[in-house]
């Protein structure tokens, strides 16, 4: 039997939104797993050739996150049916689309459409603002329409052309690393929550700058509001980027 599950990493929600606008409008009960934990052993994931799985990842400097190509390879798609979504800051997607349909591929799925939409830009929030909104919502519900009918009916079998380049443009991450202010309870929500265990739980102040990778998770889940990035070095990101940032991006839909 036909199973969907929905297979998303979002650090700060903002790729969670686009999914759940398409989850909610397929309206079939769904699994979700979260590619941003850690402790979760995503080889013990094995789908079925009838299964449809929604696979929503940010662009990170125009890739995916090295870290979601790790977890995507461990599990066995077995030629399920697979919707890459790439969820972007209203700048580019680059070649995100591309590497993770071939990432899909590669990890024995079969990817019949693909998606790509906007969200605020999670570290220069002025970028995207308040996306996805109701706009965008009304174009994923269409999208999804298409894509489920293409489904039921049998005729969504081919992997669509998606745009992007190979080989794909190299991103060694940004410059800026979170980092605790004076505030810390030691909770240690942030360690727990930190998609790659950059923040040590006995020394949830300090964080790995090797391991870190700018996701913004340690920012947006402390109760304390005590971690940030740089003032100064994200207002002369945001100086690079607004340019290329100012128009409205679309969302689009491959099939
Ligand atoms: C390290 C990093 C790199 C990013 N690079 C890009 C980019 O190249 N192009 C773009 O449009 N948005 C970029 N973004 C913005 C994210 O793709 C976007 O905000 C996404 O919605 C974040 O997902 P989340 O809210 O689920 O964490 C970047 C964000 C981060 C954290």
């Given at each position: 039997m036909m199973k969907l599950y929905e297979i998303t990493f979002s650090p700060t929600g903002g790729t969670k939104k686009v999914a759940d606008m398409i989850m909610d409008r397929f309206r079939w009960e769904s699994s979700f797993i979260d590619l941003t934990d850690r402790f979760t052993d995503f080889s013990t994931y094995a789908f079925d050739k009838e299964d449809v799985c929604i696979v929503a990842v940010p662009s990170y400097g125009g890739r995916i996150p090295a870290i979601v190509g790790e977890r995507l390879r461990q599990m066995k798609g077995n030629h399920a049916k697979a919707v890459p979504v790439t969820v972007y800051g209203n700048r580019a997607y680059d070649d995100t689309m591309l590497e993770l349909n071939d990432t899909l591929i590669e990890a024995g799925f079969c990817p019949v459409a693909a998606i790509a939409a906007v969200a605020e830009h999670?570290?220069?929030?002025?970028?995207?603002?308040?996306?996805?909104d109701e706009e965008d919502r009304r174009e994923l519900v269409d999208f999804t329409d298409k894509i489920k009918r293409g489904i039921q009916n049998g005729s969504l079998t081919e992997t669509p052309h998606v745009p992007g380049n190979r080989p794909y443009r190299s991103f060694d991450g940004v410059p800026m690393k979170p980092r605790s202010g004076k505030n810390c309870t030691k909770c240690g929500l942030c360690a727990e929550k930190c998609p790659v265990g950059a923040i040590p739980t006995d020394m949830p102040m300090s964080t790995d700058h090797s391991k870190c990778?700018?996701?913004m998770r340690c920012i947006a889940v402390c109760p304390q509001k005590n971690r940030s990035i740089s003032k100064v070095l994200a207002a002369a990101g945001a100086q690079k980027l607004k340019k290329a940032c100012k128009e409205r991006k679309r969302n689009e839909l491959f099939i």
């Open positions: 999670s570290i220069m929030r002025q970028f995207g603002a308040g996306r996805p990778i700018t996701c």
